[in-house]
C-alpha cells in the first residue's frame, strides 16, 4: 500500500520530465533543420525570391492607394489624411467588421454651420494608365440630425478626379442620417478616352448636422485595362514627390484695371523702417483710417474696388472720389501709398493675393510688415523693432519675425489698445479679460507655434520651436529680390496666407517671435463670402485641391520633404 502511494506521487514527476525531454528534443530538431535549410533559402537566386514573394505583395496590398495614416503636420508633405483646423478623432476598432479583422476608424462631431471635413490627396505618376477608378466606404453615424436653418445638409464621402487637361470628375458616396452602424456604399467611374488622371483628392466631411459620423474601410482602387491591376505596390501609382504636371490651369493670374490714388512723399527712410503692408475692400475702407492712427511708419495698401455690373466696369471717376472722400486722415498723402484695383464684374472674386503682391512691390523701406486691415499695430512699432534688430548678431534676408497676435472680444471692441506690453497683459489675464490671443478657440493651431506662455515672461527675441502647417503669423520680413510672394491662384477664403509661410519654411527662413511688439485684431461682421466658403463644400474641396497643389509645386521647387535630394541619416 506504502509503495503504491510513492508510485502514484512519483507519476506525475516522471511525466513531467518526459514532456521536457521531449519537447528538448523537438526544439533541437527545428534548430538542425534551420542550419540546414538557411543556406539554401540564402543561395536561391535573388529573381527566384522576387517571383515567390510577387504574390504575397499584391495580395497584401490590395490595389487601394490610400493610406490609413495621418499627415504629419509638423513637416512639408501631401501623404495620409490631412486634418485643418477641426480635430478627427483616431482609432483602432475590431468591432466595425469589414476587409480585416480590425480596422481604422476615423469620426468627427458635426456642427450645422461648418464643414467638418477630413483630406487625402494623392498624385498620380505621369506613366500611369488608368481606366477605371473604384471607390467604396464603410461609415456610421450617432444620434445624426439635420437642422432647420440648413437646406442642403451633406455627409459624405467624395473622390475629385483630375485630369491632365484641367478638368475633373467626382465620385460621391452619400449617407443617411440618424443612427446606424456602419453600412456601406460604392462608387466607379471609367476614365474618358485620352484623357490621363493626374490627382485624386478624398474628402470625408459632414455639414449641417448634429451628431457623431464614423467612416473606415475607405478604399480607391485604380484598375487598367479589363479590370486588372495596374502595378503591384502603391508607390507605382501615387508619386511621393509629385510631377510638375499637376496644374495645367490653375496658375493662372488675375487681370485687373489698377491706378495710383496717392504716392507717399515720406523720403526720410532709415536703416531699419518698416512699411506696413496690407490690402482691403472698398466696404471696409474706414479700417485704413483706424491703422493709420496707430501706425508709426510708411504704409503700402491695396484697395479693391468692387462692382455691381455683370458687363465690365470702366466707370471708375466717381469711385476716385469717394476714395479720397473716405481717407482725409492728413497721414495718407505722406506716408501711405494707395493703389486702387477696380472689379471687372460683380462676381469677380476678392484678389487677395493679388493685391498683397501689388501692395509688396510698392515698398520701399528695408522691412515689410504684412498685416490684414482688421488689426491694430502696437504702439512705438519702428523704435521697439529697431532696438530688437540692433541686439541680432546676424540679422539675414531669411529671417522671419513673428509679430503676436490678439483679439478684442466682441462686446469689447471699443475699447482704446493697450499702450504696452504689461497693459495688455492685464487684458488678458483679467477677471473680465477682454482680449484673447488671436483665433485661440476657432483654430488653436494658427497661432500656437508663437508660444504665448513663453512671450508674456519674454523680453528677448526667440525661435519658433515646432512648426505646424497651419501656422500662419504675422510676419516683418526685409525685402529682398529672393523674398517668395504670395501664391496668385488663391483668391478670396482660404488657405491664402498660411501657404506662404509654408514656402518661407521650404524657402530656409527662420522664424523668431518679437518680445516686445504685437497686433490686435477688431471684431467685425464676417462677410457673405466668408459665410459661404465655411458652408460650402464643394468650394471647400476646390480650394483645398489648390492648396495641395501648391505644397507640391514647393516641395518639388524646394527639394524638401519626400523631394528632398539629401542623403538620408
Same mark, same amino acid.
Given at each position: 500500500?506504502?509503495?503504491?502511494?510513492?508510485?502514484?506521487?512519483?507519476?506525475?514527476?516522471c511525466?513531467?520530465?518526459?514532456?521536457?525531454?521531449?519537447?528538448?528534443?523537438?526544439?533541437?530538431?527545428?534548430?538542425?533543420?534551420?542550419?540546414?535549410?538557411?543556406?539554401?533559402?540564402r543561395?536561391?537566386?535573388?529573381?527566384?525570391?522576387?517571383?515567390?514573394?510577387?504574390?504575397?505583395?499584391?495580395?497584401?496590398?490590395?490595389g487601394?492607394?490610400?493610406?490609413?495614416?495621418?499627415?504629419d503636420?509638423?513637416?512639408?508633405?501631401?501623404?495620409?489624411?490631412?486634418?485643418?483646423?477641426v480635430?478627427?478623432?483616431? !482609432?483602432?476598432?475590431?468591432?466595425?467588421?469589414?476587409?480585416?479583422?480590425?480596422?481604422?476608424?476615423?469620426?468627427?462631431?458635426?456642427?450645422?454651420?461648418?464643414?467638418?471635413?477630413?483630406?487625402?490627396?494623392?498624385?498620380i505618376?505621369?506613366?500611369?494608365?488608368?481606366?477605371?477608378?473604384?471607390?467604396?466606404?464603410?461609415s456610421?453615424?450617432?444620434?445624426?440630425?439635420?437642422?432647420?436653418?440648413?437646406?442642403?445638409?451633406?455627409?459624405?464621402?467624395?473622390?475629385?478626379?483630375?485630369?491632365?487637361?484641367?478638368?475633373?470628375?467626382?465620385l460621391?458616396?452619400?449617407?443617411?442620417?440618424?443612427?446606424?452602424?456602419f453600412?456601406?456604399?460604392?462608387?466607379? %467611374?471609367g476614365?474618358?478616352?485620352?484623357q490621363k488622371?493626374v490627382?485624386?483628392?478624398v474628402?470625408?466631411?459632414?455639414?449641417?448636422? %448634429?451628431?457623431?459620423?464614423?467612416?473606415?474601410?475607405?478604399? &480607391?482602387?485604380?484598375?487598367?485595362?479589363?479590370?486588372?491591376?495596374?502595378?503591384?505596390?502603391?508607390?507605382?501609382?501615387?508619386?511621393?514627390?509629385?510631377p510638375?504636371?499637376?496644374?495645367?490651369v490653375?496658375?493662372?493670374?488675375?487681370?485687373?484695371?489698377y491706378?495710383?490714388?496717392?504716392?507717399a512723399?515720406?523720403?526720410?527712410?532709415? !536703416?531699419?523702417?518698416?512699411? &506696413?503692408?496690407?490690402?482691403?475692400?472698398?466696404d471696409?475702407?474706414?479700417?485704413?483710417?483706424?491703422?493709420?492712427?496707430?501706425?508709426?511708419?510708411?504704409?503700402a495698401?491695396? /484697395?479693391y474696388?468692387?462692382?455691381?455690373?455683370?458687363k465690365? =466696369?470702366?466707370?471708375h471717376?466717381?469711385?476716385?472720389?469717394y476714395?479720397?472722400?473716405?481717407?482725409?486722415h492728413?497721414k495718407?498723402?505722406?506716408?501711405?501709398?494707395?493703389?486702387?484695383?477696380?472689379?471687372?464684374?460683380?462676381?469677380?472674386?476678392?484678389?487677395?493675393?493679388?493685391?498683397?503682391?501689388?501692395a509688396?512691390?510698392?515698398?520701399?523701406s528695408?522691412?515689410?510688415?504684412?498685416?490684414?486691415?482688421?488689426?491694430?499695430?502696437?504702439?512705438?512699432?519702428?523704435?521697439?523693432?529697431?532696438?530688437?534688430?540692433?541686439?541680432?548678431?546676424d540679422?539675414t534676408?531669411?529671417?522671419?519675425?513673428?509679430?503676436?497676435?490678439?483679439?478684442? /472680444?466682441?462686446?469689447?471692441?471699443?475699447?482704446?489698445?493697450?499702450?504696452?506690453?504689461?497693459?495688455?497683459?492685464?487684458?488678458?489675464?483679467? =477677471?473680465?479679460?477682454?482680449i484673447?490671443?488671436?483665433?485661440?478657440?476657432?483654430?488653436?493651431e494658427?497661432?500656437?507655434?508663437?508660444?504665448?506662455?513663453?512671450w508674456?515672461?519674454?523680453?528677448?527675441?526667440?525661435?519658433v520651436?515646432?512648426?505646424?502647417?497651419k501656422?500662419?503669423?504675422? &510676419?516683418?520680413?526685409?525685402?529682398?529680390?529672393?523674398?517668395?510672394?504670395? =501664391?496668385?491662384?488663391?483668391?478670396?477664403?482660404? %488657405?491664402?496666407?498660411?501657404?506662404?509661410? %509654408? !514656402? /518661407?519654411?521650404?524657402a530656409?527662413?527662420?522664424? &523668431?517671435?518679437?518680445?516686445?511688439?504685437?497686433?490686435?485684431?477688431?471684431?467685425?461682421?464676417?462677410?457673405?463670402?466668408?459665410?459661404?466658403?465655411l458652408?460650402?463644400?464643394?468650394?471647400?474641396?476646390h480650394?483645398?485641391?489648390?492648396?495641395?497643389?501648391?505644397?507640391?509645386?514647393?516641395?518639388?521647387?524646394?527639394?524638401?520633404?519626400?523631394?528632398?535630394?539629401?542623403?538620408?541619416?
Amino acid at each position: 500500500m506504502t509503495s503504491r502511494r510513492k508510485l502514484a506521487r512519483r507519476a506525475p514527476v516522471c511525466s513531467l520530465t518526459a514532456i521536457l525531454w521531449i519537447a528538448f528534443g523537438l526544439s533541437l530538431t527545428s534548430v538542425i533543420v534551420t542550419v540546414l535549410y538557411l543556406p539554401t533559402l540564402r543561395s536561391q537566386p535573388a529573381e527566384r525570391k522576387k517571383q515567390e514573394l510577387k504574390p504575397d505583395v499584391v495580395e497584401d496590398w490590395g490595389g487601394n492607394v490610400l493610406l490609413d495614416q495621418m499627415t504629419d503636420q509638423t513637416h512639408i508633405s501631401v501623404g495620409g489624411w490631412w486634418v485643418p483646423h477641426v480635430r478627427w478623432e483616431e !482609432e483602432v476598432s475590431c468591432t466595425v467588421g469589414g476587409s480585416s479583422l480590425c480596422q481604422k476608424v476615423l469620426s468627427v462631431m458635426c456642427k450645422a454651420d461648418s464643414v467638418r471635413a477630413v483630406y487625402q490627396y494623392l498624385p498620380i505618376r505621369p506613366d500611369t494608365d488608368i481606366k477605371t477608378i473604384y471607390f467604396s466606404a464603410r461609415s456610421a453615424a450617432v444620434d445624426l440630425q439635420s437642422v432647420d436653418s440648413v437646406h442642403d445638409a451633406d455627409y459624405s464621402a467624395i473622390a475629385m478626379v483630375k485630369f491632365d487637361d484641367g478638368s475633373h470628375q467626382t465620385l460621391r458616396l452619400d449617407f443617411p442620417s440618424g443612427s446606424h452602424p456602419f453600412i456601406a456604399a460604392e462608387n466607379d %467611374m471609367g476614365v474618358p478616352n485620352n484623357q490621363k488622371v493626374v490627382s485624386v483628392l478624398v474628402m470625408l466631411f459632414c455639414h449641417g448636422y %448634429m451628431g457623431l459620423v464614423k467612416f473606415t474601410d475607405i478604399i &480607391l482602387k485604380p484598375v487598367g485595362a479589363a479590370g486588372g491591376m495596374i502595378a503591384t505596390e502603391r508607390g507605382d501609382i501615387v508619386s511621393s514627390c509629385p510631377p510638375a504636371l499637376l496644374s495645367p490651369v490653375s496658375a493662372t493670374k488675375p487681370t485687373f484695371h489698377y491706378e495710383h490714388i496717392f504716392n507717399a512723399t515720406f523720403t526720410e527712410y532709415k !536703416e531699419d523702417t518698416v512699411t &506696413l503692408v496690407t490690402q482691403v475692400s472698398m466696404d471696409r475702407i474706414a479700417m485704413l483710417d483706424r491703422i493709420i492712427r496707430h501706425w508709426d511708419g510708411p504704409m503700402a495698401v491695396a /484697395l479693391y474696388v468692387p462692382t455691381t455690373s455683370e458687363k465690365p =466696369d470702366t466707370n471708375h471717376d466717381w469711385k476716385r472720389y469717394y476714395i479720397n472722400k473716405k481717407l482725409k486722415h492728413p497721414k495718407f498723402r505722406t506716408f501711405c501709398s494707395v493703389l486702387a484695383v477696380y472689379a471687372n464684374v460683380v462676381n469677380d472674386e476678392y484678389p487677395i493675393n493679388y493685391l498683397r503682391n501689388l501692395a509688396l512691390r510698392m515698398v520701399k523701406s528695408k522691412y515689410v510688415f504684412l498685416l490684414d486691415a482688421d488689426f491694430i499695430p502696437s504702439p512705438n512699432f519702428q523704435d521697439n523693432f529697431r532696438v530688437l534688430i540692433n541686439d541680432q548678431s546676424d540679422p539675414t534676408d531669411r529671417t522671419a519675425y513673428v509679430v503676436p497676435a490678439f483679439e478684442f /472680444l466682441e462686446e469689447q471692441e471699443d475699447q482704446p489698445p493697450p499702450q504696452d506690453k504689461e497693459a495688455l497683459k492685464q487684458q488678458i489675464f483679467a =477677471d473680465d479679460a477682454n482680449i484673447l490671443p488671436f483665433r485661440s478657440v476657432e483654430s488653436p493651431e494658427s497661432h500656437r507655434p508663437t508660444d504665448y506662455q513663453r512671450w508674456y515672461a519674454e523680453e528677448q527675441v526667440y525661435p519658433v520651436s515646432t512648426y505646424q502647417d497651419k501656422f500662419e503669423p504675422y &510676419l516683418v520680413l526685409r525685402m529682398s529680390p529672393s523674398l517668395p510672394l504670395y =501664391d496668385e491662384r488663391f483668391s478670396g477664403y482660404g %488657405m491664402n496666407k498660411v501657404t506662404h509661410t %509654408m !514656402e /518661407l519654411l521650404a524657402a530656409g527662413y527662420q522664424f &523668431l517671435v518679437l518680445p516686445n511688439v504685437w497686433a490686435i485684431h477688431v471684431p467685425h461682421r464676417s462677410t457673405s463670402s466668408n459665410i459661404q466658403f465655411l458652408q460650402k463644400p464643394l468650394q471647400r474641396l476646390h480650394n483645398r485641391a489648390t492648396r495641395f497643389e501648391f505644397v507640391a509645386d514647393i516641395m518639388r521647387k524646394y527639394q524638401v520633404g519626400p523631394c528632398s535630394t539629401k542623403p538620408k541619416r
